[in-house]
């Protein structure tokens, strides 16, 4: 019996790690954040093999709007300067997707059961939007510059580049920019660790 319990102990622990959402401790490089979250480089395999989208663009742009935070929320709303009044946007979790085009998501991927708290579903929604942003507005897959404005202020506003009247965002999406240069670099360093099996890893890892 005793030994039964260490078991389940071990295998409950085991999953709780597993599916542990907090922040990774490094969060400036990827090979370390995919060590400590070895599950997210899985969802992030799956989603470069579906939507053909190099992992280190939606990354970078995840770190820039939620800091890999589960449960992040946009900041509060006041009225009349100091009355909370709700959020300044719908957006929330990992991808900080907003409500309706997390519904067009789940609409056209048949993915209904899909979170924006979970990681795999959240780096999917990602990849599904900046391969749509491909076809809607010609933007590379590869260009994590254009492909943020794009996050940020819709299609429909990239054509009509609003982001030009924000002076602050630009600055934001060359920070996206190198970040994701960055992440490409580390990446090459460790991918085959990366994709190493479980005995592999744990035994020279």
């Known amino acids: 019996m005793k030994i039964l319990k260490t078991c389940l102990l071990v295998t409950f622990t085991f999953v709780l790690s597993a599916c542990a959402t907090a922040p990774p401790q490094n969060p400036e490089n990827i090979c370390e954040i995919f060590r400590e979250h070895h599950h997210w480089y899985e969802g992030a395999k799956d989603m470069q093999d579906r939507w053909g989208v190099p992992i280190h663009v939606p990354m970078s742009m995840m770190y820039q ?36 085009t997390w519904e067009d998501y789940m609409k056209d991927t048949d993915n209904s059961g899909a979170d924006r708290d979970d990681f795999a579903d959240a780096i999917d929604f990602m990849g599904w939007f900046i391969a749509k942003t491909q076809k809607v507005n010609g933007v590379s897959k590869w260009d994590p510059y254009n492909q943020y404005l794009n996050y940020h202020e819709g299609w429909g506003g990239f054509k009509r580049k609003t982001y030009a009247k924000k002076s602050w965002l630009l600055p ?15 990446l090459k360093t ?8 479980w005995l592999w890893r744990v035994l020279f890892y």
């Not at 929320?73 to 009225?79: A, G, K, Q, T, V």
């Not at 934001?172 to 580390?186: C, I, L």
């Not at 460790?190 to 099996?197: N, T």
């Open 190 to 197: 460790c991918k085959d660790e990366l994709d190493s099996s």
């Open 172 to 186: 934001v999406a060359n920070k996206v920019k190198h970040r994701a240069v960055t992440y490409s670099g580390q």
């Open 65 to 100: 709007e939620s800091s890999f935070r589960s449960d992040a929320l946009p900041p509060r709303d006041y009225l009349l300067g100091f009355i909370p009044w709700g959020r300044v946007s719908t957006a929330y979790g990992f991808s900080q997707a907003k409500t309706l």
